[in-house]
Structure formats: structure tokens, C-alpha cells
């Protein structure tokens, strides 16, 4: 018995046979990971949502914010700000290189305790930033936490003209605040 093979396909495509579109969607063709977006993300997000939050001496006076924060699956990760620039509520930020910070939760104080921050200071920022927080971030964050107390006290005393030799009286206007 004699066996032919079939005719083998020619090189040149026949032009009767339709051609794959191209795919518009660049994300099939080459899937998202996280080490191929990484750079992408962080230069393009303007809004950042910390559901675990604490304070961060800024460079120079001000402060600024970490946090955790997780987006589209890409697992979590550790957020540091630039300088908190403007309030627009008590837990949305502006930064000072344009970035929207929504901090959720309480403030976790055992890390901003960790970051140099005096109980003095961050326990005005437990649930987020009160009306004058510029003031507690013009406080020189180097000094300890003595010295700062006593420039908590001087800043309130020049704000409602008490005289600053009576501390009892400033210690409790920096608690009604």
C-alpha cells in the first residue's frame, strides 16, 4: 500500500487567510507585576490611604507622616511623606510635594514614639490633625521632650497673652486644645 503525505503549508501566507488584529491592550500582552510597576505607581499616585499611621519628624522643622498602606492587590507597603503643607481635614493632608494623605484609625503612638516624638506633642494627633497642628509642628523637634513642653507652653502663652512664669495655668491650656 503506498502513503502520500498531505502537501506541506507554503511559507508565503495566503492572502485570503485573515491576520490576528493587533491588541490594544498592552496589559494582556504583557501582564502587571509588581516589579514591572513599581516605578510607574509611585511616579504616578497622587493620593495615598494609610489605615495604619504615625508621625515622622520631617527634614528641617514640620512634620510628616508614615504609614501602611495597600492598593490594588499589590500587597502592602511602608509609606513615608514629605512635609504635611496643608490640613484639609482632620485626616486628609496635603504634602509638600502635592500628594493627598488620608490617614484612618487612631495614631500609633509607639511608633511615633519611636521616631524621636514626645507624648506632649503627638498626643494631639490621635485621631488625626487638629485645627493648630501647625503649631506643635513649628516646635523645634530636636530638643527633648522637657524642652519641648516648655516651647509648647511658650507658643501658648504667646497666643493668648498669659504670662509665661504661671505653667500651671499654660499646662491646662495646652490640654483644652
Do not use: C
Not at 36 to 59: E, F, G
Not at 124 to 130: A, N, T, V
Not at 136 to 151: C, F, K, M, R
Not at 160 to 167: A, E, I, K, M, Y
Amino acid at each position: 500500500m503506498v502513503t502520500t503525505r498531505r502537501q506541506a503549508a507554503s511559507a508565503t501566507p495566503d492572502p485570503k487567510t485573515p491576520q490576528n488584529a493587533p491588541n490594544p491592550n498592552p496589559n494582556t500582552r504583557n501582564p502587571r507585576t509588581p516589579f514591572s510597576t513599581t516605578a510607574i505607581i509611585s511616579a504616578s499616585v497622587k493620593s495615598v490611604l494609610l489605615h495604619d499611621w504615625w508621625l515622622v519628624k520631617a527634614k528641617g522643622k514640620g512634620l510628616a507622616v508614615g504609614g501602611l498602606s495597600s492598593r490594588d492587590g499589590l500587597g502592602v507597603r511602608v509609606f513615608s511623606s514629605a512635609e504635611i503643607s496643608k490640613r484639609h481635614t482632620a485626616t486628609v493632608l496635603e504634602t509638600a510635594d502635592g500628594i493627598m494623605v488620608t490617614v484612618t484609625g487612631f495614631l500609633d503612638r509607639s511608633r511615633t514614639h519611636q521616631n524621636g516624638l514626645p507624648p506632649e506633642l503627638y498626643n494631639h494627633f490621635l485621631l488625626g490633625f487638629p485645627f493648630n497642628w501647625e503649631e506643635y509642628a513649628a516646635v523645634d523637634l530636636g530638643e527633648d521632650s522637657t524642652d519641648i513642653g516648655a516651647s509648647l507652653r511658650k507658643s501658648a502663652s504667646q497666643k493668648f497673652n498669659v504670662p509665661s512664669r504661671n505653667n500651671e495655668v499654660m499646662e491646662t491650656l495646652i490640654i483644652v486644645h
